[in-house]
């Protein structure tokens, strides 16, 4: 049994079947399965519940409250298929009478912390179906990250999220203070060293407390790499993603950026690297889509953008973000099919609305982010190290190494990449 604040997770018993049947026949509960559950599918749930607690000892658990003693749903952790590996998920099922009061976020995160604590599993996963705001929302919640996209018979397109051990750790341990040299002890031990190419991506709060902010991380890096090494970051003048008008929909606008003027000071790029741009040793440039660079080749940003850094042996530093922060895989989409590029352009009518120069306006999405399977294709291969400061997980990789998957995949397979269908 599992207690929480207001929980209790126990085994489920035959008992059950009521309070079970109750949510899980009901179409709007289950409106991310194929179908509700009769009385026969409900019965089998039970059932094979009892087998797992005595094939793993674990499986979902009945979620009651601790108050009433009221059956809500379940929650635990089984062993899926997610795109063909057998891992450990944890899953959640609360009726619709209790949505939106972080029962399913404080069952979730008993069961994880149960997990890491009671068995051996170094990762474990939540999957669900690409509709399902609520679920994935929760593991976001619990510090899972997206892994995958992948096609899934039952789901069209399912989200993989998962949480290791070592992430684990980190947020129970709390929030932390990083100073400067923490961060520099950190980037050697790493394998960053003096005269290094970096790209590098951010999020500042992702660290906990960093005395000195942002320009004590940008310090970091350029006392490791010294003069000799050059750090390049993002320069975009991109706003952040607008809230759609009930007329953006209408027009299939999935996605809306205003073009910020030059002398804006904050962009979506963050404080990091907004910063970084502003300092008077630093070179950028001029276009919407540009880089900033410092130190021996730093001078490159402003003709070849990140070129230099991804043919001359640069690493890629995300701190805090993940690989869609990675600007440098769009140096590959090049080998992109004009087919794909052509069935997500905006519209005539959409750019008369939005000038191309004014705007970045996104129409429509591929089913699947492609650049998630880059991802953890890398690190299947070995190619990504991992590390944390202070409460920020370190993403450490040869940059070209991983941007040529991608490469590969666009010349190779740009549909099945991308889960279009030709």
């Known amino acids: 049994m599992i207690e929480t604040e207001r929980l209790i997770l126990r085994n489920y018993t035959m008992n059950d079947f009521d309070a079970l049947y109750e949510i899980v026949s009901d179409p709007e509960t289950m409106q991310h399965y194929p179908a509700p559950f009769d009385e026969e599918k409900t019965r089998g749930w039970i059932k094979w519940n009892l087998e797992n607690y005595e094939k793993y000892d674990f499986g979902l658990w009945a979620v009651v409250l601790k108050e ?11 062993i899926q298929d997610i795109d063909g590996e057998l891992l450990p998920e944890i899953g959640y099922h609360i009726h619709k009478k209790y949505w939106r009061r972080g029962f399913a976020k404080e069952a979730a995160r008993a069961v994880r912390d149960w997990v890491f604590t009671n068995t051996d599993y170094n990762e474990i996963y939540s999957y669900m179906k690409y509709t399902n705001v609520g679920s994935y929302s929760t593991a976001i919640a619990n510090g899972m990250r997206k892994v995958k996209e992948y096609l899934d ?16 750790e980190n947020i129970v341990a709390g929030p932390k203070t990083v100073t400067k040299e923490d961060i520099k002890s950190a980037l050697e031990k790493l394998g960053v060293e003096k005269g290094m190419v970096l790209e590098v991506h951010s999020s500042l709060k992702s660290f906990g407390n960093v005395p000195g902010g942002a320009q004590s991380v940008i310090d970091a890096l350029k006392e490791t790499v010294t003069e000799e090494g050059s750090i390049f970051m993002p320069a975009l003048r991109l706003s952040p993603e607008m809230e759609l008008t009930e007329e953006d929909k209408k027009l299939g606008i999935k996605v809306k950026i205003k073009v910020l003027d030059r002398d804006e000071k904050k962009t979506a790029m963050g404080i990091i690297a907004d910063t970084f741009r502003s300092l008077p040793d630093t070179y950028t440039g001029n276009d919407v889509i540009s880089t900033s660079g410092w130190g021996k080749h730093g001078k490159e940003a402003l003709t070849g953008g990140l070129d230099y850094a991804i043919h001359n042996g ?9 690989i869609y922060k990675l600007t440098a895989m769009h140096y590959m989409e090049v080998h992109t099919p004009k087919e794909i590029n052509e069935l997500y352009a905006p519209s005539d009518e959409v750019n008369k609305i939005y000038p191309p120069e004014e705007w970045f306006i996104e129409t429509g999405h591929p089913p699947l982010k492609a ?44 549909f099945e990449l991308w889960g279009i269908k030709e």
């Open 68 to 78: 009433t003693g009221e059956f809500i749903g379940d929650c635990g952790i089984t």
């Open 153 to 168: 018979p039952k789901n069209y397109v399912s989200y993989a999220y998962s949480i290791k051990r070592a992430d684990w």
């Open 314 to 322: 640069g690493k890629a530093l995300l701190f805090g973000v993940d």
């Open 371 to 414: 650049w998630y399977t880059i991802q953890n294709m890398a690190y299947k291969k070995g190619l990504i190290k991992e590390t944390y400061i202070g409460n920020c997980h370190v993403m450490y990789f040869d940059i070209l190494d991983v941007v040529s998957l991608y490469a590969e995949e666009l010349k190779n397979r740009p």
